[in-house]
């Protein structure tokens, strides 16, 4: 089985901010993973406020990030 997709992606836009995206997996009948992917309009000036910003908002925990 494949390794789940992290709900939580942050990654480095071309002027240097840093972007989020929210990923969310849901399975169909033969159990293969579907996953649709949200980038929010809103850039960071880090990775760790982006991090902070899914936390207060999504609830999200550590392990749920993802980086690129």
Do not use: C
Not at 20 to 41: G, K
Not at 46 to 64: C, I, L, M, S, V
């Amino acid at each position: 089985m494949a390794k789940p997709i992290a709900p939580f992606l942050i990654n480095k836009d071309e002027e240097g901010n840093f972007r989020l995206t929210v990923r969310e997996t849901r399975y169909n009948s033969q159990n293969y993973p579907l996953v649709t992917s949200t980038r929010l309009d809103e850039s960071f000036k880090t990775a760790t406020a982006a991090r902070n910003h899914a936390k207060e908002e999504f609830g999200a925990e550590a392990g749920q990030f993802a980086t690129k």
